[in-house]
């Protein structure tokens, strides 16, 4: 537990998630006695303005930490497993963006609003890392989680299909994404340095590692494994589909939910579920044709739930299909990070809708 105002370091302020990290804590006025900019050494010398006053950000070094209570780390999980060690060394304690230690049983892998009481635990255990889970995790699941804890026998099983933005890959992703469209308008050809493939006009399975054994791509084996152990139940059966979409910011997800019994779930308490949810919002304009959309979802601190409607391929109140959009570069990253944060300094205020 921090009883006090908290020296905060960022680790990869430079970068898009990093950039929220400022604009969030500017806006959340989270008590801080001092704030550290780390970044490469290319970036050192740099001049940040964060809340009206500039800031000068330092390269990253094992002595980056000495006086840090609070590093939050979002630079990649080679920089996380080479430097988090040497910051809680230090005496800080680290809330890791990356997916280096997520599934380390020893550390916390927490979505405040689902399962923040396990920090209540770690604050009496002193100085440590806590993971941030992957952003396509925490937006489902900000959904997902009431409804199984509503039903008496919870959720059996998850279909779910993700239509990931440019945010996700990062501040290079979104110029790329953002550059195509310039050369369409003029008529050049597109460049694709970073995906390999023209990104505007297409979508593509997500671009990252498969598993040749399974078929299944690392996001969705991440989606998989870290609801396992955000939910502490490892009987759900989960299914998923990751895809990246040509959208710049905020992933969507469509979602097919399976109750252990029928009769669980039906679509009136399913609304009545998620109205009372924190850090959701409803999004269901049927006559409209209104539902989620990321261009709405774009930074906005909630996550957007519509399309909710029973499953008629299943037996009455045990199947469930929800839609989904909710920003990556906040609440799925530097928000939930910065929430953790939070929960972890004595008398700070946790996020409400």
């Known amino acids: 537990m921090i009883d006090r105002p908290p020296h905060v370091a960022i680790v990869g302020c430079t970068?898009?998630?990093?950039?929220?990290?400022?604009?969030?804590?500017?806006?959340?006025?989270?008590?801080?006695?001092?704030?550290?900019?780390?970044a490469s050494p290319r970036s050192a010398g740099r001049v940040i303005?964060?809340?009206?006053?500039?800031?000068?950000?330092?390269?990253?070094?094992?002595?980056?930490?000495?006086?840090?209570?609070?590093?939050?780390?979002?630079?990649?999980?080679?920089?996380?497993?080479?430097?988090?060690?040497?910051?809680?060394?230090?005496?800080?304690?680290?809330?890791?963006?990356?997916?280096?230690?997520?599934?380390?049983?020893?550390v916390p892998l927490i979505v405040p609003e689902?399962?923040?009481?396990?920090?209540?635990?770690?604050?009496?255990?002193?100085?440590?890392?806590?993971?941030?889970?992957?952003?396509?995790?925490?937006?489902?699941l900000m959904a997902i989680a009431p409804l199984h804890r509503a039903a008496p026998c919870g959720i059996q099983r998850m279909v779910i299909s993700t239509y990931q933005a440019a945010s996700g890959g990062g501040a290079a992703m979104m110029a790329e994404l953002e550059q195509q469209a310039r050369d369409h308008a003029a008529g050049r050809p597109l460049r694709h340095d970073i995906l390999g493939r023209p990104y505007?006009?297409?979508?593509?399975?997500?671009?990252?590692?498969?598993?040749?054994?399974?078929?299944?791509?690392?996001?969705?084996?991440?989606?998989?494994?870290?609801?396992?152990?955000?939910?502490?139940d490892a009987t759900i059966a989960i299914t998923a589909t990751c895809v990246r979409v040509p959208v710049l910011r905020a992933h969507s997800e469509a979602i097919n939910l399976t109750f252990?019994?029928?009769?669980?779930?039906?679509?009136?308490?399913?609304?009545?579920?998620l109205a009372a949810a924190t850090g959701i919002r409803i999004v269901d304009d049927r006559a409209a044709n209104r539902f989620p959309e990321p261009i709405d979802a774009s930074g906005q601190d909630e996550v957007l739930v519509g399309r909710?409607?029973?499953?008629?391929?299943?037996?009455p109140g045990k199947g469930l299909d929800l839609f989904v959009s909710g920003d990556q570069l906040r609440k799925g990253a530097a928000l939930n990070a910065i929430q953790i944060a939070e929960r972890l300094v004595t008398g700070a205020r946790m996020f409400t809708a």
């Open 308 to 315: 909710i409607r029973a499953d008629i391929s299943q037996p």
């Open 49 to 106: 303005e964060h809340d009206g006053s500039p800031i000068e950000v330092k390269a990253l070094a094992e002595s980056s930490f000495d006086g840090v209570d609070i590093a939050l780390f979002s630079a990649g999980g080679e920089i996380s497993r080479q430097f988090a060690p040497f910051a809680v060394e230090s005496g800080a304690t680290v809330i890791d963006n990356s997916s280096a230690f997520r599934m380390d049983p020893g």
């Open 260 to 273: 252990r019994e029928p009769g669980t779930m039906s679509e009136a308490q399913a609304r009545q579920v």
């Open 200 to 232: 505007l006009f297409n979508l593509f399975s997500h671009n990252t590692a498969i598993d040749p054994a399974t078929g299944y791509n690392t996001e969705e084996l991440k989606l998989i494994r870290e609801t396992h152990k955000i939910l502490d």
């Open 114 to 140: 689902i399962n923040g009481d396990v920090l209540d635990e770690f604050r009496g255990r002193g100085p440590g890392i806590i993971a941030n889970p992957n952003c396509s995790t925490i937006i489902a």
């Open 15 to 38: 970068g898009a998630v990093g950039r929220e990290f400022l604009n969030i804590l500017a806006e959340r006025d989270l008590p801080m006695a001092s704030l550290t900019l780390l």
